[in-house]
């Protein structure tokens, strides 16, 4: 029974990874660090990268000598992408783990459900979700580090535009970040000449959206746009290609990782999305400021973990990074750290560069995307 119990409470999946060189001796004690990601779970192919990428930007820090003689440490907990179990994770690290701040966590609804708590008890948070109301309105100790949705619906509508699009379909999903979407769809449609014609939703284990398709198909749009994570959108576009719908098809940042190519298959073909830079590194031009950033996090992070490189991982080594920025000199006091996270500016990171104010903590601007299409498997960058 006690062995039973052990393994249901590990469904929370502690994970405490202690990144401390044997061979430094270290003058101070640790600069503890929380992560709470969904590493396992259907959001995993967000979440996994996270929790590898936190650990590899702890061990880059604490190789180069760590933040004023401390080295940085990591507890992690695993969400599976649950509301409940984040809130849970994010009170035992704040009460039992004394985390001087929380990185993550992975999807915009948990997110929601964790800044209360961060806020109550007055710890910075750095969200690896894109939802833009996770800091807008500002919240003094909310900060985050992927693309705001904005700005990912301002790139498609530029793409639609230089195509001449004028009627779209949307499809979003039954969560914060598809109501997100949504509403930013809604609102910048007009600014584009972009006239949306017919809007449906799906819920995020729903298995076939052919009903929904159908509808989208009977009012005619130009392009239609889906609005979600996997394994949702995937099962858009193989029901498109099923349906033989020859509407062209836009999707969200929210699928910008080879998983989306993996589970969609064939489907994925010709699809245009926004993604960070990382996903088409060896396209940018040289004079990028991104490129040696992204180069460097791909060969560590490839040689670390032996897997494909996301911009979701990203994500989290961005926000240690930023935290290790603000650091120095705070004596690792958590409203210190916050202040000095509100003033970084000119921070080249993975996701784009960073500037953060009092009235922006999403700090990143359009210059954070680009616009690209699968073919052939692999992503093309529309130049």
């Known amino acids: 029974m006690a062995g039973s119990f052990w393994r249901k409470g590990l469904a929370l999946a502690v994970l405490v990874a202690i990144w401390l060189p044997s061979s430094r001796g270290w003058s101070a004690e640790p600069y503890r660090i929380g992560g709470i990601f969904a590493v396992t779970g259907p959001a995993s192919f967000l979440g996994d990268p996270e929790k590898k990428s936190m650990e590899l930007a702890i061990e880059e820090i604490n190789a180069k000598g760590g933040i004023d003689g401390h080295p940085l440490e990591a507890v992690i907990y695993d969400t599976e992408g ?8 994010a009170n035992k690290l704040i009460s039992k783990d004394r985390v001087l701040a929380i990185v993550g966590p992975s999807l915009t609804p948990t997110s929601m459900a964790a800044i209360p708590v961060a806020e109550k008890a007055g710890i910075p948070l750095v969200s690896c979700a894109a939802g833009i109301l996770i800091t807008e309105p500002v919240k003094p100790w909310i900060f985050k580090t992927a693309q705001n949705d904005s700005l990912a619906v301002a790139a498609i509508y530029g793409h639609m535009q230089s195509r001449g699009i004028k009627k779209i379909g949307i499809l979003t999903v039954e969560n914060t970040f598809g109501e997100s979407g949504r509403d930013q769809l809604a609102a910048q449609a007009s600014r584009f000449g972009i006239a949306i014609v017919k809007k449906e939703t799906f819920g995020a284990k729903d298995t076939d959206m052919t009903a929904q398709l159908t509808k989208i198909r009977s009012a005619q749009p130009d392009a239609f746009v889906c609005w979600g994570t996997n394994p949702g959108p995937a099962v858009i ?6 349906m033989n719908l020859k509407i062209p098809l836009y999707q969200s940042h929210g699928v910008a990782s080879p998983k989306f190519v993996e589970l969609a298959g064939e489907a994925s073909e ?3 999305l926004p993604t960070g830079k990382i996903l088409v ?4 031009d040289p004079a990028d400021p991104q490129k040696a950033v992204l180069q460097q996090y791909s060969e560590q992070f490839q040689k670390r973990f032996r897997i494909p490189v996301s911009g979701f991982g990203g994500y989290a080594y961005d926000a240690v990074n930023l935290l290790a920025k603000a650091l120095p000199g705070t004596g690792g006091d958590s409203a210190k750290v916050r202040d000095a996270l509100e003033k970084i500016q000119n921070h080249v990171g993975v996701s784009g560069a960073f500037g953060f104010s009092p009235t922006d903590h999403s700090g990143l601007k359009d210059d954070a995307f680009v616009m690209v299409e699968i073919k052939g498997g692999s992503w093309q960058m529309i130049k």
């Not at 649950?82 to 994770?89: C, E, F, N, Q, S």
């Not at 590194?281 to 940018?284: D, N, V, Y």
Request: net charge positive; proline share 5%; no cysteine.
């Open 82 to 89: 649950d509301p409940g179990k984040t809130v849970l994770a």
């Open 237 to 242: 576009a193989r029901n498109a290609r099923q």
């Open 281 to 284: 590194t060896e396209q940018l």
């Open 270 to 272: 010709g699809i245009v």
